[in-house]
């Protein structure tokens, strides 16, 4: 496409999604929630489609040598067809967030003054790999009463044009603009620069993918960006800490599902707790872990036979997403507070502690969008957190701070209703 | 200074205010107040100082050829520092926001997890003119546990350097670290342009100002950015109104002060109320409005012998901030919900009615902050809103939307408190 029709295309796209969202932020739950089932039993009952569409994407990525476990993400099979059908309903079931109240104001002069929860109006997604974000996406927007302009990634673009069919179908067949949910037809660069430049029409971008392209988002948006960034989670194991729960968490939180923003990647160590760290460094060897260890850590852990890698200082600073874990021994809470503070991406870290007031230092000295006591990283998360569903987990701090539920995908209005009311 | 020598500068202020702002946010309340006591003091103590630097932002501007009214709204006088002072030990006795807990959440598997306000962290503000504004800003910033970074106009240089000064003295001798606000010491766009690509250490950027200074910040940040932009607000006078009601409204939306965001600049009036118009335009016309009118209000209004100026369709879309006003008739009450949604800025806009139905169809369709019934545009202010103060009017929609007080300056935190619960 030439550089003007991609401009064209684009500017059309998000002009055209405006014009949606007016009619969307006034839409009765109920029209939403009937093309939320529709929409379920129309994945399904087009399982052979999508899978053709899927058969497409995969014989492009054999063909580019996309490593295995990509290919794997990318697939579809009835099952997950069907699970994301399942999702759908689920969504369906929520309580709509557009309308309700959130705060009855209380002005000086007394009039009726109300902060409701309205939608943003158009988000542009932009993601990377898996088609059933697709999905995912377009129906939390829905839902919440926001235009959607959805840009998936090359891989899986056949998969993301035919589920982009399907949901317009479905919105047509249940009466509603089928504008409200769009996927931009081409994967170029700059057709995302153009969306990135839609200021007047798009109000919120949130990226989901690699650092590249959350990088090439940020430098190039002029529209508000959510980030879901990277997740660098630490476990802090205090002197005063019991030894078997500190093990439980410390290995839940890197071994339970290590590919995921929540996992954690370090592990810092009290020095007078120094004598659990030969039990948490075999028990993490033995669940696979690969050890990548500070000076004092490998000092203590020498005697053990296990084996050991030198922690660099960038290593405290990694996503590893992977069978890897950083070991750090600190001198007190207050250093491990700004190790953390100082190395982690704002995500969740968590205190392993019996001490109370250890605990509310950790918890108010790290800034980060979650913080936990006693429990393992992997529960932030929107559904552990009781949102119902989530879009993802900011990394940032304005709007919304880690898990995005329908809630956080919306904004707000305030309603007066006065009698005459005359500034004087 | 040489590119380089401000990089270093700039750099510096930020990673000094990220390094306070860490203290900042576990600060006793009491330890804040104190300091804004003691600021309240320190500006009425050093009035005749303020006095001497204002005086050569003053000889300055003369020399410079300003116009009258910006020179009146940069100079300060022993009644405005008391003013000034007055406002800081407002914001002494407005309740601390940081650790308010927002939400009680409800996780599905019943763990203690809290929703808490905490600061953001480090906040640039970027703005022009009145160096009031300087003290203000810090004072919000510091109040709601944030570091700030005040980059003014070049108009206000000596008197905001002065103000940083006395701001910085106050902050040492109340034991708080200086680097909590610090003012940039240049007003070279070269500066603000590094500024603006500091997003490891600042987290968030309010502009205040023209539209040329809030562009110039949107298309160079990758900082998050809350836009405090035009108001075009408009009054809608519906077909089911009290003439007088209506009268009162829309003078004292558009007359009571015209130079502000929240001042209407549009007058939409339903084809079956066009008996009120003459008595409208009269009354605007005695109070020294202009009247920019379309085809349909010019007819209705030749026989009144008032000047009457063609109104252009940019007219509907103007700020005006003096005393103009464009006049329109619209079909029903859908029009005027889309021209608005068209060409105004989401600031705040009312409906004069006597008709409930109409009335919710205005206030759930009109896409602005604030919309009101009955009521004066000009309440659309945080002291109105009984936020006890404000750092400004978002008229974006991430973040904070509307009059931003104390909390709307902060973000959140998910704190979990457990008792060992590991992920299955």
């Known amino acids: 496409m030439s550089k ?36 379920a039993e129309t994945l399904v009952a087009n399982t052979d489609a999508i899978i053709a569409a899927n058969a497409k994407d995969l014989a492009a990525a054999e063909e580019n040598g996309l490593p295995e476990p990509m290919i794997e993400r990318l697939s579809f099979t009835p099952e997950r067809i069907e ?3 399942e999702g759908v309903r689920q969504v369906a079931s929520l309580p709509d967030p557009v309308g309700e109240e959130i705060e009855r104001m209380q002005p000086p002069r007394g009039f009726d003054l109300r902060k409701l929860r309205v939608p943003m109006g158009v988000i542009g997604i932009i993601y990377e790999s898996r088609p059933n974000v697709t999905v995912d996406c377009a129906i939390l927007c829905l839902k919440s009463g926001n235009a959607s302009i959805l840009r998936g990634g090359k891989e899986a ?11 317009q179908t479905t919105l047509t067949a249940s009466g509603i603009n089928a504008d409200a949910v769009q996927v931009v037809p081409t994967t170029d660069r700059a057709a995302l620069n153009v969306l990135l430049k839609q200021e007047d029409t798009i109000h919120c971008i949130i990226p989901r993918g690699g650092e590249g392209l959350i990088r090439f988002t940020v430098e190039n948006s002029r529209i508000p960006v959510i980030k879901h960034y990277t997740g660098v989670c630490s476990v802090y194991v ?3 800490s019991d030894p078997e729960l500190a093990k439980s968490i410390v290995i839940n939180s890197k071994t339970q599902r290590p590919s995921v ?17 030969p039990g948490l460094a075999k028990a993490l060897h033995d669940a696979g872990v690969e050890l ?7 000092a203590l852990l020498t005697g053990t036979g296990l084996p050991l890698i030198d922690a660099t200082k960038e290593d405290f600073a990694t996503e590893y997403t992977d069978l890897i874990i950083s070991i750090g021994v600190v001198p007190d809470a ?15 870290d968590t205190i392993v502690t019996q001490e109370a007031a250890t605990a509310r230092a950790f918890l108010n000295g790290v800034d980060s969008a979650a913080v936990f006591h006693n429990a393992s990283t992997r529960f932030s998360d929107g559904f552990e957190f009781g949102l119902g569903a989530e879009i993802g987990i900011s990394t940032d701090r304005l709007h919304a701070r880690g898990p995005m539920g329908l809630n956080e995908l919306c904004t707000y209005k305030y309603v007066l209703h006065g009698t005459g009311e005359l500034k004087d």
């Open 4 to 39: 003007d029709s991609i401009e064209t295309l684009i500017v059309d796209i998000a002009q055209r999604a405006r014009a949606a969202s007016l009619e969307l932020a006034t839409l009765e739950t109920r029209k939403k929630n009937a093309f939320l089932e529709q929409l």
């Open 83 to 85: 699970k994301m059908a």
């Open 157 to 167: 673009f056949y998969s993301n044009m035919k589920l982009a069919e399907l949901i």
């Open 238 to 240: 205090d002197a005063d």
């Open 261 to 277: 923003c929540n996992a954690a990647e370090n592990l810092l160590i009290h020095q007078d707790a120094a004598a659990q760290l």
């Open 292 to 298: 990548r260890v500070d000076h004092a850590a490998k």
């Open 334 to 348: 207050q250093a491990a507070i700004d190790l953390i503070n100082a190395n982690g991406s704002g995500h969740t």
